[in-house]
């Protein structure tokens, strides 16, 4: 795993265990997401989970009576052992998918494709996995994320970077490219 993305899987390790406490954001986004979802995944469908976390989704998709077969992939072994109480989750890398061509019939990815270094390699190993027609429910900041924060440190020229973050657009067209 490159410098950057270990350094990323253990500050979220690290934070595994009170994610679920300051994650109100990603609660949020999760809610509405999981409704979305429902009207693309049918019942009982296959999916994958990436960037699980601490498995809400599978939690949600409970909530919401959903019958999915959901499994979890994240990159932080301590989101994944918080994971694996809601539904099977193993430690693994976006980027190189462990899963059979087909295997799914669709993705769910809450807030993760952010941290992700090749998010083309990602999309492709999204679309490679998931069945013919199946669809992908994909959230994730977008390129205005955080402007207050860059203005601000650049006022004061602090030498603090704040991560850019790529617009729907690019998601889009990167979509396309790898056929979805």
């Known amino acids: 795993m490159p410098i950057e993305q270990q350094r990323v899987a253990d500050d979220f390790s690290r934070a595994a265990l009170s994610y679920d406490e300051h994650a109100c954001l990603q609660h949020a986004l999760m809610i509405d997401a999981c409704l979305i979802a429902g009207e693309y995944f049918a ?26 077969n959901v499994t979890g992939i994240d990159i932080a072994l301590g989101m994944i052992e918080k994971a694996k109480r809601h539904s099977p989750s193993l430690v693994a890398n976006v980027e190189a998918l462990p899963f059979a061509d087909n295997q799914f019939d669709g993705i769910f990815s809450g807030v993760c ?9 990602a999309l492709a190993e ?46 889009t067209a990167l979509s396309k490219k790898v056929g979805w």
């Open 126 to 171: 999204m679309a490679r996995v998931t069945n013919t027609g199946g669809r992908a429910v994909i959230t994730s900041f977008g390129a205005r994320t955080l402007n207050e924060l860059r203005t601000a440190l650049r006022k004061v020229d602090m030498p603090y970077s704040v991560m850019e973050m790529p617009g729907v657009e690019v998601y």
């Open 43 to 68: 019942p009982n469908a296959n999916l994958l989970d990436v960037g699980c976390g601490t498995g809400n989704f599978a939690i949600h998709a409970r909530d919401y009576d959903k019958k999915w």
């Open 113 to 121: 494709m952010q941290w992700v270094s090749d998010k083309e390699r």
